[in-house]
C-alpha cells in the first residue's frame, strides 16, 4: 500500500455568481464529502502553492488512505494548473486524482465513475489532462443533461438548475458522495 494520499477535486468557477449553477455541481459533491466527516481536522484552507482550498483528512476517515479534499479557486478552464499543483506538493499519482465534474453527456442525476477517456468537449477536464500530461485520472461524472432547443452547451452550464433539478440535488450529491467512497 502507497503512503501517497488519494486527491479529491470538485471543479467549478469561483465567486457566489456561479455557486448554484450546473458546472459547480463538482463542488456541491466535494461538500457533501466534506460533511460526511464533520468535525473535520482542519476547516478548508487555501493552499497558496496551488489557488485552492483544501482539507486533509488522515487515513481512516474517509479511505483507507489519506484524502485530501480540494477546490480550485481558479475559474474551470484554468483547474489543471491549480490540480497538478496539488498532486506535486502531495506526491499524487495521476491514477489517485479524483475529479469531480459536470457532464452534458448524461442525463440529468447520472453518476458514472471511469478511469481515463475522452474530456467530452469540457474545457476543465481539457485543462487537467494537459496539465497532469495523461488521461489516466480518476473522473466522476454527474449528468446535468443536454441544453434545451438551441441553448449555447456553455451559456447552459453557466446557469443555475432549475426548481426541480434544486429540489433532487441533494439526492444526487449523496449519491455521488457514495460513488467516491465506494472506490476508497
Same mark, same amino acid.
Given at each position: 500500500?502507497?503512503?501517497?494520499?488519494?486527491? @479529491?477535486? =470538485?471543479?467549478?468557477?469561483?465567486?457566489?455568481?456561479?455557486?448554484?449553477? #450546473?458546472?459547480?455541481? *463538482?463542488? #456541491?459533491?466535494?461538500?457533501?464529502?466534506?460533511?460526511?466527516?464533520?468535525?473535520?481536522?482542519?476547516?478548508?484552507?487555501?493552499?497558496? !502553492?496551488?489557488?485552492?482550498?483544501?482539507?486533509?483528512?488522515?487515513? $481512516? /476517515?474517509?479511505?483507507? !488512505?489519506?484524502?485530501?479534499?480540494?477546490?480550485?479557486?481558479?475559474?474551470?478552464?484554468?483547474? *489543471? $494548473? &491549480?490540480?497538478?499543483?496539488?498532486?506535486?506538493?502531495?506526491?499524487?499519482?495521476?491514477?489517485?486524482?479524483?475529479? @469531480?465534474?459536470?457532464?452534458?453527456?448524461?442525463?440529468?442525476?447520472?453518476?458514472?465513475? #471511469?478511469?481515463? =477517456? *475522452?474530456?467530452? $468537449?469540457?474545457? *476543465?477536464?481539457?485543462?487537467?489532462?494537459?496539465?497532469? =500530461?495523461?488521461?489516466?485520472?480518476?473522473?466522476?461524472?454527474?449528468?446535468? =443533461?443536454?441544453? &434545451?432547443? /438551441?441553448?449555447?452547451?456553455?451559456?447552459?452550464?453557466?446557469?443555475?438548475?432549475?426548481?426541480?433539478?434544486?429540489?433532487?440535488?441533494?439526492?444526487?450529491?449523496?449519491?455521488?458522495?457514495?460513488?467516491?467512497? !465506494?472506490?476508497?
Amino acid at each position: 500500500m502507497t503512503d501517497s494520499p488519494i486527491l @479529491i477535486v =470538485g471543479l467549478g468557477n469561483p465567486g457566489p455568481k456561479y455557486a448554484d449553477t #450546473r458546472h459547480n455541481i *463538482g463542488v #456541491r459533491v466535494l461538500e457533501e464529502l466534506a460533511d460526511r466527516v464533520r468535525p473535520m481536522p482542519a476547516s478548508l484552507t487555501v493552499h497558496k !502553492r496551488s489557488n485552492t482550498e483544501i482539507a486533509e483528512l488522515p487515513a $481512516g /476517515r474517509l479511505g483507507a !488512505r489519506k484524502v485530501v479534499l480540494a477546490r480550485t479557486r481558479s475559474f474551470m478552464n484554468l483547474s *489543471g $494548473g &491549480p490540480v497538478k499543483a496539488l498532486a506535486t506538493y502531495f506526491a499524487v499519482a495521476p491514477a489517485d486524482v479524483i475529479v @469531480i465534474h459536470d457532464e452534458l453527456e448524461l442525463d440529468f442525476g447520472v453518476v458514472r465513475l #471511469r478511469t481515463g =477517456g *475522452g474530456d467530452h $468537449g469540457h474545457n *476543465g477536464l481539457k485543462s487537467v489532462t494537459k496539465s497532469l =500530461g495523461t488521461k489516466d485520472y480518476q473522473r466522476l461524472a454527474i449528468g446535468i =443533461g443536454r441544453p &434545451p432547443g /438551441r441553448m449555447d452547451p456553455a451559456g447552459f452550464v453557466l446557469k443555475p438548475f432549475t426548481r426541480t433539478e434544486q429540489s433532487e440535488l441533494p439526492f444526487i450529491c449523496s449519491d455521488a458522495a457514495d460513488e467516491i467512497e !465506494r472506490g476508497l
